[in-house]
């Protein structure tokens, strides 16, 4: 199955989003991911990456990566997510396990597919821009096949939660080199960098089935090579998942962000996005800035039926926030 000119979403969704508990744990005690959370109560987090792959590349095109102890989450939300474009993992391994699982499922069905990595847990108040620079990058791959475009947020304020991409001078293309990533430096540091031209890492990157392997196998060629074998015998074996499962016991846990992109920036080229109200929702302070720069949305994208977690709700719940922001809070 080929996506629009071999253009595939990727959506990562297995994470657990330790830092943001404190909003995602209902009254009762039941702790729900952030991407199967709503910012207001809306559609959730992993519907709207879900929305903005479908606004690049067509439904057969768009692949979920998930964790199956959250089957009860994910499975009412994927509904238009094709079901050979669910890649369940046995449990979560980090996003590097949780990326290099689709990506050798894909280099089978689409050699020469073109990836764009759609984390599942941002909120974007101006998607239009984003999707505008998304598309940019895509045309970019086809003169330089070999490499990998991380999309930067040029920052709107010196966060010191966020990591940032410290850029060289341009290439011969145009497109800027990375030096070297920063995670989470002091806000004074944070300034700094900025008047230097960093950018916020948003871990939305473009690039082709062939180059993001390269980046796994130059890394971590062992994990690369096991799982590779443990599918084949999974397939050979009509489906099951024993193999998968028995690797994922003893997997180790690797950040794709910093175990393989970090290590390798010589390969790798950052394109500036414009402010769009991008936002990773990371902690509660962030989820409070995001509520006060978003204006209040209709609860459109909701299911009858379903239970979400309004992260907004919660945030006035914990910090009786009914001055500054009850007026936004729906």
Not at 5 to 33: C, F, H, K, M, Y
Not at 303 to 312: C, E, F
């Amino acid at each position: 199955m080929r996506g629009n000119q071999n253009t595939w979403a990727l959506v990562p969704a297995a994470g657990e989003g330790l830092r943001l508990r404190s909003l995602t744990t209902t009254d009762l005690g039941l702790s729900i991911s952030k991407q199967f959370c709503s910012l207001r109560g809306g559609a959730t987090l992993l519907d709207e990456a879900l929305g903005r792959a479908r606004a690049l590349t067509h439904a057969c095109g768009i692949c979920a990566s998930v964790a199956a102890q959250h089957q009860g989450w994910w499975s009412p939300q994927l509904g238009t997510v094709l079901k050979n474009n669910i890649i369940v993992q046995p449990q979560n391994r980090g996003t590097a396990n949780g990326i290099l699982m689709p990506l050798l499922l894909l280099l089978d069905r689409d050699p020469g597919a073109r990836i764009v990595l759609l984390p599942s847990d941002h909120h974007v108040r101006d998607e239009p821009v984003l999707s505008r620079c998304i598309r940019g990058a895509f045309g970019q791959l086809q003169s330089c096949a070999d490499e990998t475009l991380l999309l930067g947020l040029e920052p709107e304020e010196a966060d010191p939660e966020l990591g940032y991409i410290i850029p060289g001078g341009k290439d011969h293309r145009g497109r800027l080199r990375v030096l070297q990533f920063v995670e989470k430096p002091a806000t004074a540091r944070a300034r700094e960098l900025i008047g230097l031209g960093a950018l916020w890492n948003a871990f939305i990157v473009t690039s082709t089935v062939h180059a993001l392997m390269a980046l796994f196998v130059r890394r971590v060629p062992e994990v690369v090579k096991a799982m590779h074998a443990a599918m084949h015998r999974d397939l050979e074996s009509s489906g099951a998942e024993g193999a998968i499962a028995q690797l994922y016991d003893r997997l180790p846990t690797l950040d794709f962000s910093q175990d393989i992109l970090a290590k390798q920036p010589s390969y790798l080229r950052a394109l500036p996005v414009p402010p769009c109200g991008w936002s990773d929702l990371g902690t509660p302070e962030r989820v409070a800035g995001a509520l006060r720069r978003s204006p209040q949305q209709a609860n459109e994208g909701s299911r009858p039926g379903s239970y979400h977690v309004s992260l907004a709700a919660q945030h006035e719940r914990l910090h009786g926030l009914h001055g500054e922001m009850s007026h936004e809070v729906a």
